[in-house]
């Protein structure tokens, strides 16, 4: 997981426990779910957060910041038109440096415009 600002990016994975079956089973019946993080850090009189270091993030149904509702990008990606191919670009391009950066530019302005719906 890595912090831009005061947002943070990172891979999910559903593990199949008990758990993991129930929130998989609550997003594909189209539940909204949120995450909520974990961590140490200090903290100064004014509440101001520094050195934060994430320890683990939860899966909840109220998180406590506002925005904190992942947003589906593998599964957006092959809901998309042309998604599949985008896919299987990535997958071709693994050898080939020059083509993984052009290709890693094009898939961070699909994230952007996933952010701004």
Known sequence: MEMQESNGYGKLKLLDTPMGNIAKTLLTSGAKLGVS???????????????????????VAQPS?????PKAI????????????????????????????????????FIRELNLK
């Open 37 to 59: 993080s974990r961590g140490s850090g200090n903290v100064n009189e004014s509440g101001r957060v520094s050195d934060f270091d994430i320890v683990t993030v939860d899966i």
């Open 65 to 69: 910041a506002p925005d904190a509702y």
């Open 74 to 109: 593998r599964e957006s990606l092959f809901n998309m038109q042309g998604g599949g191919v985008i896919h299987e670009l990535a997958e071709a391009v693994t050898h080939d440096k020059g083509a993984q950066k052009h290709l890693s530019r094009e898939i961070l302005n």
